[in-house]
């Protein structure tokens, strides 16, 4: 039995700011933009982070963060609601006597 996404989101869903990491750490910080802020516009979660030296670490573990937040969670319990009304509305429409076929042994 094979099951159907849902949701699915990826990092092109959601908009993806760089900046200046600042403070205490080198020239690193201070020079590149390796500071990443992920905001995902539906939901309104977001997750930031300027630990990591490279922006693609950053990166992930920013989009990490707007995943695991709560917002993120209440607006895929939300989203996982409306998905099963589909169905059930779906499935009701199927279940109609002319859309079904009884045959009498």
Same mark, same amino acid.
């Given at each position: 039995?094979?099951?159907?996404?849902?949701?699915?989101?990826? $990092? #092109?869903?959601?908009?993806?700011?760089?900046?200046? /990491?600042?403070?205490?750490?080198? +020239?690193? @910080? !201070? %020079?590149?933009?390796?500071?990443?802020?992920? $905001? #995902?516009?539906?939901?309104?979660?977001?997750?930031? /982070?300027?630990?990591?030296?490279? +922006?693609? @670490? !950053? %990166?992930?573990?920013?989009?990490?963060?707007?995943?695991?937040?709560?917002?993120?969670?209440?607006?895929?319990?939300?989203?996982?609601?409306?998905?099963?009304?589909?169905?059930?509305?779906?499935?009701?429409?199927?279940?109609?006597?002319?859309?079904?076929?009884?045959?009498?042994?």
């Amino acid at each position: 039995m094979s099951r159907e996404r849902v949701l699915h989101i990826t $990092i #092109h869903d959601c908009d993806v700011q760089t900046f200046r /990491s600042g403070g205490s750490g080198g +020239q690193n @910080q !201070n %020079k590149r933009d390796t500071g990443v802020r992920v $905001i #995902h516009k539906p939901s309104g979660a977001r997750g930031e /982070s300027r630990e990591e030296r490279s +922006q693609l @670490q !950053n %990166k992930k573990v920013a989009f990490r963060r707007m995943a695991e937040s709560k917002e993120m969670k209440i607006w895929i319990r939300k989203e996982h609601a409306e998905a099963i009304v589909k169905i059930d509305h779906w499935l009701d429409e199927q279940m109609r006597p002319e859309n079904l076929l009884v045959e009498y042994l």
